[in-house]
């Protein structure tokens, strides 16, 4: 999965245009590298975002869900 796809997804940022943003800055890393925002995120890599003088680690965990089910999984996860 992309990282700006994800970062989106997993409600990090909520706009893909805004995550794109911040990967061009150079303020996602992956696995300590700059990611671009076509960069792949596997499960279990380390993402470490920069919001401000805020620095955040995340561990990726990529969920595959079809589109029949995604707004039964987005009730049962909120």
């Known amino acids: ?27 996602v890393l992956i696995n300590g590298k700059c990611a671009k925002p076509s960069s792949e995120v596997k499960d279990g890599d380390i993402i470490n975002i920069t919001f401000g ?5 995340v561990i990726a965990k990529i969920e595959k869900v079809g589109k029949k089910d995604r707004a039964a999984y987005e009730q049962i996860n909120s």
């Open 1 to 27: 999965m992309r990282i700006d796809l994800f970062l989106k997804e997993s409600r990090i940022i909520k706009r893909r245009t805004v995550a794109k943003e911040y990967c061009e800055r150079n303020l």
């Open 53 to 57: 003088e805020k620095k955040f680690d």
